[in-house]
C-alpha cells in the first residue's frame, strides 16, 4: 500500500501566541503519524483547501522551502524502500530519515572501542575485545563484513 505525506495545520491546540503548528502527516495501510515540522501560522494565513500559506503571508517562500525540503525526504526514503521491496512501518520511516544508519564494518567499531578502553585505562577489558576480534577474524573476514550483512545465515 502506498505512503502519503501531506502538511497540515494542526488545528486541535492552539499555542499561547494563537498560532497553530504545521505537522507533517504520513499516513499508510489506515494508520497515520504526526510530526511537527516547528513552525507555526496563524488561520488567517493558512488555505486550508490547497494545504499551504496564502500569497499575502509574509514568511511565505521560507515555509514552503521547509515544507518541500521535509516532504522530499521522505518521499526519497520510501521510494528507496520500495526499490528494495522492504515492508516498513511508519515508525521504521522516521527512524531512517531521522536517524541515519552509519555504514561502519564490525572491525571498525571494535577496534573504536578497543581504543575507547585503552584511554580510560581499561587494558582487561581491552584485551578481551582482543580477542574476539582475532576470533571473529579467524571465522570470518569480519574487517569487510557491515552490521547489515549479520543475519541469520551468517550466524548459523
Not at 81 to 91: E, M, N, P, T
Not at 112 to 140: C, E
Given at each position: 500500500?502506498?505512503?502519503?505525506?501531506?502538511?497540515?495545520?494542526?488545528?486541535?491546540?492552539?499555542?499561547?501566541?494563537?498560532?497553530f503548528?504545521?505537522?507533517?502527516?504520513?499516513?499508510?495501510?489506515?494508520?497515520?503519524?504526526?510530526?511537527?515540522?516547528?513552525?507555526?501560522?496563524?488561520?488567517?494565513?493558512?488555505?486550508?483547501?490547497?494545504?499551504?500559506?496564502?500569497?499575502?503571508?509574509?514568511?511565505?517562500?521560507?515555509?514552503?522551502?521547509?515544507?518541500?525540503?521535509?516532504?522530499?525526504?521522505?518521499?526519497?526514503?520510501?521510494?528507496?524502500?520500495?526499490?528494495?521491496?522492504?515492508?516498513?512501518?511508519?515508525?521504521?520511516?522516521?527512524?531512517?530519515?531521522?536517524?541515519?544508519?552509519?555504514?561502519?564494518?564490525?572491525?571498525?567499531?571494535i577496534?573504536?572501542?578497543?581504543?575507547?578502553?585503552?584511554?580510560?585505562?581499561?587494558?582487561?577489558?581491552?584485551?578481551?575485545?582482543?580477542?574476539?576480534?582475532?576470533?571473529?577474524?579467524?571465522?570470518?573476514?569480519?574487517?569487510?563484513?557491515?552490521?547489515?550483512?549479520?543475519?541469520?545465515?551468517?550466524?548459523?
Amino acid at each position: 500500500m502506498s505512503t502519503t505525506i501531506d502538511v497540515i495545520r494542526y488545528k486541535y491546540k492552539a499555542l499561547k501566541n494563537n498560532e497553530f503548528p504545521l505537522k507533517l502527516r504520513l499516513t499508510k495501510d489506515r494508520k497515520r503519524h504526526y510530526l511537527s515540522l516547528e513552525i507555526s501560522i496563524k488561520a488567517d494565513y493558512w488555505d486550508f483547501n490547497k494545504n499551504k500559506p496564502k500569497r499575502n503571508y509574509p514568511d511565505k517562500e521560507y515555509v514552503e522551502n521547509i515544507i518541500a525540503e521535509k516532504k522530499t525526504k521522505y518521499q526519497k526514503q520510501v521510494l528507496e524502500f520500495q526499490a528494495v521491496g522492504k515492508d516498513y512501518s511508519l515508525i521504521q520511516l522516521v527512524n531512517a530519515v531521522e536517524r541515519p544508519t552509519k555504514n561502519m564494518t564490525v572491525g571498525t567499531y571494535i577496534n573504536d572501542i578497543i581504543v575507547g578502553l585503552i584511554a580510560d585505562n581499561r587494558i582487561g577489558n581491552a584485551n578481551h575485545y582482543r580477542a574476539l576480534l582475532y576470533s571473529l577474524q579467524k571465522f570470518a573476514k569480519i574487517s569487510q563484513t557491515l552490521f547489515i550483512d549479520i543475519d541469520a545465515p551468517f550466524l548459523n
